[in-house]
Every structure is written in C-alpha cells, then in structure tokens.
C-alpha cells in the first residue's frame, strides 16, 4: 500500500521551530522527487520546497528561503522539512507529496504559529 504519513505539526510561537517528517511506504523515495505544500485557510495549496532524487539542486518558495529547509534520508525512507524562524502567516496545513511515475499525498499535519 502506497502512503506518506506526515508527522511533526503542532503549534509554536513565533520565531520558533518545527521539523516535520513524512514517512514513506509502499515503495521508495530515493528515485523520486519529493515535495512539501502548503494550505492556509481560505487559499490555496501552495508549493513550498522541492528536493530531487539527486538531492541536489533544492527549491523553495520565496516567502520560505533563508528559513525552511528540505532534506532527506533515503535509508529511513523519510522526507524532512526543517522550519526556522516561523512566522503568522506560516500557519497551514502541511502536505507531503512524492512524484515519479506516480503520485502520492499524505494526510497533511498542521502547523500554527501563534503567540
């Protein structure tokens, strides 16, 4: 069975920290190209960071840069989003996704900032 099980949202102040991590099963990601999203209420799912089967070459959205990254263990077949310095209007759903061949999501965790 093909999953992605997110895991690590709760809620921080700002300027705080999260890591979340999304657990793969039913296949492997080490081939894949594995993203995170985003949903605030009332908009719409954003993308937030991108990381190629290489492990290289590593996107982000603009409002993120210089503050979240995106990393990978492929022996833990597990995707990570590290997430520094977070700000109101980090508040969302987040989402994982893996693409290649096919496509997955996970359930989404969330994650709020608030004081």
């Known amino acids: 069975q093909v999953q992605l099980v997110e895991s690590g949202g709760g809620l921080v102040q700002p300027g705080g920290s999260l890591r979340l991590s999304c657990a793969a099963s039913?296949?492997?990601?080490?081939?894949?190209?594995m993203s995170w999203y985003r949903q605030a209420p009332g908009k719409e799912r954003e993308l937030v960071a991108t990381?190629?089967?290489?492990?290289?070459?590593?996107n982000y959205a603009d409002s993120v840069k210089g503050r979240f990254a995106i990393f990978k263990d492929n022996a833990k077949n597990t995707a990570y989003l590290q997430m520094n310095s977070l700000k109101y209007e980090d508040t969302a759903v987040y989402y994982c996704?893996?693409?290649?061949?096919?496509?997955?999501w996970g359930q989404g965790t969330q994650v709020t900032v608030s004081s």
């Open positions: 996704n893996a693409r290649g061949g096919f496509e997955a």
């Open positions: 039913g296949f492997t990601i080490s081939s894949l190209v």
């Open positions: 990381i190629p089967s290489s492990g290289r070459s590593r």
